[in-house]
């Protein structure tokens, strides 16, 4: 016989395996696009200069964040009407009507918003000319906005597998292999552009067509500027939110390419990109959490949100503390392989890794709040906005890049402190995923990795003693540093977490398909 308690544990226990399950995908797709984000940024690096990167990477923040404005919080925001249409019985609409309301309207935004930055290109390349070929880059923000609605509505079925194949095999692949010929072909920075329109032209493609496949065709569905006009309305204080997060994350970049050089601007940009694989970790989670949480939301039930919260806050951390360990204590040869410049990125590459740890759990309680208090979760963001653009503009003149990666994880810090509180407060429970064990692992991954960023020192040192010149015994060193170094660095963490820190529901992580068949 099967009593209240058990059912309840049952369902606990189906809700972590589906976390679990779908997580595991995405951190497999988070591996992948990684593996495929590192030969672009080494491409760009080498091939083109720190100069040209530093260009493409201001063009991509204005486009990006025209893209994150068309979709007005839909990313988010798409489980919340999902799932309110199919908690309401005389909803008469079917989904597929909803996703097509939403792509039309990230079009039209998306579409009006590149329209006014090809009228203005000053805007996407300051202090720049801008060929024809430049005017039509912006128009690639209808490709991403698209693309995310697309995988918003896939991740409401639980479908990750179509994110995974869209933005971490098919865009950066993309984006890596065509940034060579790309270089032949147009030259300069349009060669970076080139590639660019290239991966996210493929990336809409591979998120439409399954969208199409998992929902069909909308059913006796017209355009209503009344209906459409409802739905921006609803996601806007998600829209705002999304937009301070994001804003937040490309303050730094804008503000020093406005006072740096562009090569200083160049290295800090592949220094913000090889840290962001650190958040992106945290967004693996993202697709899956955000219709669990919609669901509970529905139901009422805060116990199950702040248990969701607290697992997969857990997981994120872990994840991130591993990276961020092993990026941080080699950052100095990992950022060498991008050419003999970056290395000097080295020390606010540090600080940039820092801003993932501080961010987790804050990044993880918004993904509640923002159904829960949008509003103040939404003022919120924007405080921490205004704190960083503070603190960033008042350091930036005198200390570069340093200002601007140090007014971020002050912002980040302050911000997670405080939607931690607000959700804790909402749901009446604790919502933290940080735990002892996290430090006492990452003190012996600590320890090894300081042995394993000298390594490159000592044998320069010991270099005469085996044979070598001095330089050959760093480049060896550094080559080690980068091969076994930073697999011991990670095993290390690894073995410690699992054998103190990991209990039996976190283990499911590595254990969902398992679960599922229970």
């Known amino acids: 016989m099967t009593t209240p308690d058990t059912a309840a544990d049952e369902e606990a226990e189906a809700a972590t395996a589906t976390l679990a399950s779908g997580g595991r995908t995405s951190f497999l797709g988070f591996v992948l696009r990684l593996l495929a984000r590192i030969p672009f940024l080494f491409v760009a690096g080498r091939l ?111 479908d990750i597998v179509a994110q995974v194949r869209a933005r971490a095999i098919v865009e950066p692949w993309t984006l890596s292999l065509a940034a ?12 970076l552009f080139a590639s660019y329109a290239a991966s996210m032209l493929a990336a809409v493609a591979a998120s439409l067509w399954p969208c199409f496949v998992s929902y069909g065709r909308p059913r006796r569905w017209r355009p209503h500027t009344g209906r459409l006009a409802r739905l921006a309305a609803d996601n806007l204080p998600r829209a705002g939110a999304d937009l301070a997060d994001w804003g937040s994350r490309r303050l730094d970049f804008f503000i020093l390419g406005r006072f740096a050089s562009p090569e200083i601007t160049g290295i800090y940009f592949v220094a913000q990109n090889m840290a962001s694989m650190a958040a992106k970790l945290k967004n693996s989670f993202d697709s899956i959490i955000a219709p669990l949480l919609a669901t509970a939301i529905a139901d009422g039930d805060l116990a199950k949100v702040a248990a969701h919260v607290r697992q997969v806050a857990f997981w994120v951390l872990t994840a991130q503390f591993a990276v961020v360990l092993d990026l941080g204590l080699t950052g100095h040869a990992s950022l060498g392989l991008f050419g003999p410049a970056f290395p000097a990125g080295a020390p606010f590459f540090a600080l940039l890794l820092s801003v993932e740890l501080f961010s987790s759990q804050g990044a993880v309680s918004e993904d509640a709040l923002v159904y829960l208090r949008p509003r103040t979760n939404l003022a919120i963001a924007l405080a921490g906005v205004v704190l960083q653009a503070g603190l960033t503009l008042a350091f930036v003149e005198r200390y570069g890049p340093y200002a601007a990666a140090g007014g971020l994880a002050a912002a980040v810090f302050v911000v997670s402190l405080a939607k931690s509180a607000v959700l804790r407060r909402v749901v009446g429970a604790s919502v933290s995923g940080w735990r002892p064990t996290l430090f006492a692992a990452a003190a012996g991954a600590f320890a090894v990795g300081w042995g394993v960023m000298h390594l490159p020192a000592w044998l320069a040192t010991a270099a005469p003693a085996l044979g070598w010149t001095a330089a050959r015994g760093k480049a060896v060193g550094e080559i080690v540093e980068l091969t076994l170094g930073q697999v011991a660095i990670l095993a290390t963490f690894g073995a410690l977490i699992w054998t103190i820190g990991f209990t039996g529901p976190d283990k499911l992580l590595f254990q969902a398909r398992k679960a599922a068949r229970r």
């Open 48 to 158: 083109y200069g720190t100069a040209e990167v530093g260009r493409f990477g201001y063009a991509i923040l204005v486009v990006e964040l025209t893209a994150q404005l068309a979709t007005i919080g839909l990313r988010r925001g798409m489980a919340d009407a999902l799932a309110r249409e199919a908690a309401d019985p005389h909803a008469g609409a079917p989904p597929a009507n909803t996703v097509a309301d939403a792509l039309l309207l990230g079009l039209v935004l998306a579409g009006v918003g590149a329209t006014l930055l090809s009228t203005w290109p000053m805007l996407v390349f300051p202090g720049g000319t801008a060929t024809p070929i430049d005017r039509l880059f912006p128009f690639v923000a209808v490709a991403v906005a698209l693309s995310d609605i697309s995988l918003a509505a896939l991740a409401y079925r639980h």
């Open 180 to 191: 060579i010929p790309a270089y032949y072909l147009f030259g300069g920075a349009q060669g």
